[in-house]
């Protein structure tokens, strides 16, 4: 049977540093535990690796030379890793961009799997060829041609504004909402319709329909209208009391944010994300 890699390394950092107690100091181990290596080493080689000369352990020729060897090896090895990790692609990432500032940038450093070469976000609305991509993160109902879906978490949104709008006004039941401006959404119509309201005809909406949800908060925060924004995106918001939510409706779904990767994709990196993803998300496989 021949000896561990471990074992030989023990070796090569005893002969390196010609004594066991700094050995056991290099390799943070005590010396006994050295020491109790070495003399299994023995037993397995079948011939003494050290010597003691006036107190000291000195290699014997045969020893010096395994572990001369031993160096060289590990030497290669470590190039060796090195010169694979050089070579592997960052793992490529897409996201809408209120979701990848407010969702998954947080989280991202914590990923334990991101390797040397890191991951690499583009973040975009608009449609990328899922080819040039390991990981997609949009919204959606599901049901994309040539995709593995993993569901995330549901769109959700209820009305929110900055508490300086709000003032000395009273918003105890939707339809009080006619009192203010509302950021344009596609989505108020079907909010009315879960909270049981009818859209008051005296409703009115700002000029300005921004293209993102987080230019939408951004108005909202500096008073710009009622905008209809997601409690588990923009939660902090409300949390720091920079916005209010002032009603318990919130509509959630039928979309959700899905991480997408491609059918015929057999990496293990992409898996591994999408699975990070939805342990993060609260929604393991």
Same mark, same amino acid.
């Given at each position: 049977m021949r000896p561990s890699l471990e074992s030989l390394r023990i070796l090569e950092v005893c002969v390196a540093t010609a004594s066991f107690a700094r050995a056991a100091e290099r390799l943070f181990l005590t010396p006994a535990a050295v020491s109790l290596r070495i003399r299994s080493l023995e037993a397995e080689l079948g011939q003494p690796l050290f010597v003691r000369v006036h107190g000291r352990v000195v290699p014997t020729p045969a020893a010096a030379a395994l572990a001369?060897?031993?160096?060289?090896?590990?030497?290669?090895?470590?190039?060796?890793? #090195?010169r694979f990790q050089a070579a592997t692609p960052p793992l490529k990432v897409t996201?809408?961009?209120t979701f990848a500032s407010r969702w998954l940038a947080p989280r991202l450093p914590h990923y334990p799997e991101s390797g040397p070469a890191g991951i690499e976000l583009d973040v975009s609305t608009d449609i990328r060829d899922p080819n040039a991509f390991?990981?997609?993160?949009?919204t959606g109902r599901g049901g994309w041609t040539g995709l593995e879906e993993h569901r995330l978490i549901p769109v959700d949104v209820t009305p929110m504004l900055a508490p300086s709008l709000l003032g000395a006004h009273s918003l105890a039941v939707p339809a009080e909402l006619v009192d203010f401006e509302l950021l344009p959404?596609? #989505?108020w119509e079907q909010w009315f319709t879960m909270a049981h309201v009818e859209i008051p005809s005296a409703i009115r909406f700002a000029a300005v329909d921004f293209p993102t949800h987080e230019l939408n908060a951004n108005a909202a925060l500096a008073g710009g209208g009622v905008a209809l924004l997601s409690p588990t995106l923009f939660g902090s918001l409300l949390t720091q009391g920079l916005l209010v939510a002032p009603f318990r409706h919130v509509l959630s779904g039928p979309a959700w944010h899905f991480a997408l990767m491609r059918a015929d994709d057999r990496r293990m990196a992409p898996r591994h994300f999408c699975a990070w993803l939805r342990e993060q998300a609260g929604n393991p496989p």
């Amino acid at each position: 049977m021949r000896p561990s890699l471990e074992s030989l390394r023990i070796l090569e950092v005893c002969v390196a540093t010609a004594s066991f107690a700094r050995a056991a100091e290099r390799l943070f181990l005590t010396p006994a535990a050295v020491s109790l290596r070495i003399r299994s080493l023995e037993a397995e080689l079948g011939q003494p690796l050290f010597v003691r000369v006036h107190g000291r352990v000195v290699p014997t020729p045969a020893a010096a030379a395994l572990a001369s060897q031993v160096r060289e090896s590990l030497a290669g090895i470590a190039e060796a890793v #090195d010169r694979f990790q050089a070579a592997t692609p960052p793992l490529k990432v897409t996201a809408p961009p209120t979701f990848a500032s407010r969702w998954l940038a947080p989280r991202l450093p914590h990923y334990p799997e991101s390797g040397p070469a890191g991951i690499e976000l583009d973040v975009s609305t608009d449609i990328r060829d899922p080819n040039a991509f390991d990981v997609i993160i949009r919204t959606g109902r599901g049901g994309w041609t040539g995709l593995e879906e993993h569901r995330l978490i549901p769109v959700d949104v209820t009305p929110m504004l900055a508490p300086s709008l709000l003032g000395a006004h009273s918003l105890a039941v939707p339809a009080e909402l006619v009192d203010f401006e509302l950021l344009p959404h596609p #989505d108020w119509e079907q909010w009315f319709t879960m909270a049981h309201v009818e859209i008051p005809s005296a409703i009115r909406f700002a000029a300005v329909d921004f293209p993102t949800h987080e230019l939408n908060a951004n108005a909202a925060l500096a008073g710009g209208g009622v905008a209809l924004l997601s409690p588990t995106l923009f939660g902090s918001l409300l949390t720091q009391g920079l916005l209010v939510a002032p009603f318990r409706h919130v509509l959630s779904g039928p979309a959700w944010h899905f991480a997408l990767m491609r059918a015929d994709d057999r990496r293990m990196a992409p898996r591994h994300f999408c699975a990070w993803l939805r342990e993060q998300a609260g929604n393991p496989p």
